[in-house]
């Protein structure tokens, strides 16, 4: 059975910083890309990151980019989301969210993890 | 800024059909935009539904089915269950600049 379990999230002052993790099983976690979206509280889903098998394709939508970094550890079938800079905007909850074979498809998602940005 | 457009709300009757839709600022949406359907419940996560246009996930009940339609993506329910009151949304890709974007999502009531 798939399953992907976020952690991390937290109250995290404006400018702060917070890693979140995936840990993932239940697959072959090196072989499938990998996906952070997240929902502000009562809003939307957004997409935030995607990552290849191999680290070698990262993409980030424009509002994070230069503050959020996307990484992955396949030995340990992990997924992080490095976060910088915090601002109000984004809280929200992450998910993380597993691609299917073909990439720019989606297939598993997690319960999600909190972050609230907030003095 | 891309925009993706769904259907604010729509109301469907028990064992009725209905038909959202998800249209992209850049034009028509196609299959190279790969359309996904996600169905979330309050509270919880989002649920894959559709992949690829069409495609169903081996959970995905059969009276849910995707299709392009007039230049957007499209997902009909038929024979509506109380259980399918949720929020869908649409997921597109745009591989030119290699980014996802959903869409604002469809609050679909079930009276």
């Known amino acids: 059975e798939v399953q992907l379990v976020e952690s991390g999230g937290r109250l995290v002052k404006p400018g702060g910083s917070l890693r979140l993790s995936c840990a993932a099983s239940g697959f072959t976690f090196s072989t499938y890309s990998m996906n952070w979206v997240r929902q502000a509280p009562g809003k939307g889903l957004e997409w935030v990151s995607s990552i290849s098998t191999s680290s070698t394709y990262i993409y980030y939508t424009d509002s994070v980019k230069g503050r959020f970094t996307i990484s992955r550890d396949n030995a340990k079938s992990s997924l992080f989301l490095q976060m910088n800079s915090l601002r109000a905007e984004d809280t929200a909850v992450y998910y993380c969210?597993?691609?299917?074979?073909?990439?720019?498809?989606?297939?598993?998602w997690g319960q999600g993890t909190l972050v609230t940005v907030s003095s | 800024q891309t925009v993706v457009t769904q259907e604010p709300s729509l109301t469907v009757s028990p064992g009725g059909t209905v038909t959202l839709t998800c249209a992209s600022s850049t034009g028509a949406v196609t299959s190279g935009n790969s359309p996904n359907w996600f169905q979330q419940r309050p509270g919880q996560a989002p649920r894959a539904l559709i992949y690829?246009?069409?495609n169903k996930h081996s959970w995905t009940p059969a009276r849910f089915s995707g299709s392009l339609l007039g230049g957007k993506a499209a997902l009909t329910l038929s024979d509506v269950q109380p259980e399918d009151e949720a929020e869908y949304y649409c997921?597109?890709?745009?591989?030119?600049?290699?980014?996802?974007?959903f869409g604002g999502g469809t609050k679909l009531t079930v009276l």
């Open positions: 997921l597109l890709y745009y591989g030119d600049a290699q980014y996802w974007m």
């Open positions: 969210a597993k691609s299917a074979i073909t990439v720019t498809d989606f297939d598993y």
């Open positions: 690829s246009t069409s």
